[in-house]
C-alpha cells in the first residue's frame, strides 16, 4: 500500500536558520510526491511536487525539496527560515496503483520559528 | 483564476441534527474531493468524484454521510444526524486531471463543524 511518513511532530528552529521537515514514503512504482503548509483556519496550501526529472525541486516562499529515491524520502528545505513559515506543514503521496490517483497524507509536522 | 469556493465556514449544531456543506471546484477541474480534518491530524478523505461520477468512498460512514456532484461542477455533503465526533474541518478539494494523476489538488478554506 502507498504511504507516506514524518516522523517528527513538531520542529523548532530559529529564524535564519536553515530548516528541514522530514518525509518518508513508500511506494510501488513511480512515486507523485506533493508537500502542503496549513496555517491556522485555512485550507492547505500547495507548495511543491515531484513528479519526474530533476532530483530538487523549488516551490513557493522559497521552499525546496530534494527527492532520494534509494532512501525514499521527499524533505522539505528552506535556507533561511522566518517567523511567518510557522505553520503545519503536510506531506503527500499520490496514489497511482489502484486507479484512483487519491492523495494520501502525512500525519502532518510543526513548525515552530523562533525569533 | 478563483480557488475552491466553500460555505459555510462555520458550523454548530446540536448531535443528531442534519447538516450540509457546499463546495465549488475551481473552473474546469473534472475531480473533487471531500476530506475530514480531525485537529492535529492529516486529511482523510471521504469521497473522490470524476466527473459526476463516485471514484472512491470507501472512507465514508454511509450510514449518516452522504454526497452528490450531480451536474459534475459543485458538490453537496450531508450528515444526518450527526453525532459528538463528526466535529473537524471539512475540506473540498479539486483537481484538473488531465491524464496520469500528475496534477495538482488545490483546496478550498474548509468548514469548521462543531457538534454539541
Known amino acids: 500500500a502507498q504511504s507516506v511518513a514524518q516522523p517528527e511532530d513538531q520542529v523548532n528552529v530559529a529564524e535564519g536558520n536553515p530548516l528541514t521537515v522530514k518525509c518518508t514514503y513508500s511506494?510501488?512504482?513511480?512515486?507523485?510526491l506533493f508537500w502542503y503548509v496549513q496555517y491556522p483556519n485555512r485550507g492547505l496550501q500547495f507548495l511543491l511536487k515531484?513528479?519526474?526529472?530533476?532530483?530538487l525541486v523549488k516551490g513557493s516562499y522559497g521552499f525546496e525539496a530534494e527527492f532520494n529515491k534509494s532512501q525514499t524520502s521527499f524533505h522539505l528545505k528552506k535556507p533561511s527560515a522566518l517567523v511567518s513559515d510557522s505553520a503545519l506543514y503536510f506531506c503527500a503521496v499520490r496514489d497511482t496503483t489502484s486507479g484512483t490517483y487519491k492523495y494520501i497524507f502525512g500525519t502532518g509536522t510543526r513548525l515552530k520559528v523562533l525569533a | 483564476e478563483a480557488g475552491v469556493a466553500q460555505s459555510p465556514r462555520y458550523k454548530i449544531i446540536e448531535k443528531r441534527q442534519s447538516v450540509a456543506f457546499w463546495c465549488n471546484p475551481i473552473s474546469g477541474h473534472a475531480t473533487l474531493y471531500w476530506y475530514q480534518q480531525i485537529l492535529g491530524q492529516g486529511p482523510k478523505l471521504l469521497i473522490q468524484?470524476?466527473?459526476?461520477?463516485?471514484?472512491?468512498d470507501s472512507q465514508l460512514p454511509k450510514d449518516r454521510f452522504s454526497a452528490e456532484r450531480l451536474k459534475g461542477v459543485d458538490s453537496t455533503l450531508k450528515i444526518q444526524p450527526a453525532k459528538l465526533e463528526d466535529s473537524a474541518v471539512y475540506l473540498c478539494a479539486s483537481s484538473l486531471d488531465r491524464q496520469g494523476g500528475t496534477d495538482t489538488q488545490y483546496f478550498g478554506p474548509g468548514t469548521r463543524l462543531t457538534v454539541l
Open positions: 468524484f470524476q466527473n459526476n461520477g463516485v471514484v472512491d
Open positions: 515531484y513528479i519526474t526529472g530533476d532530483n
Open positions: 511506494v510501488s512504482g513511480n512515486p507523485y
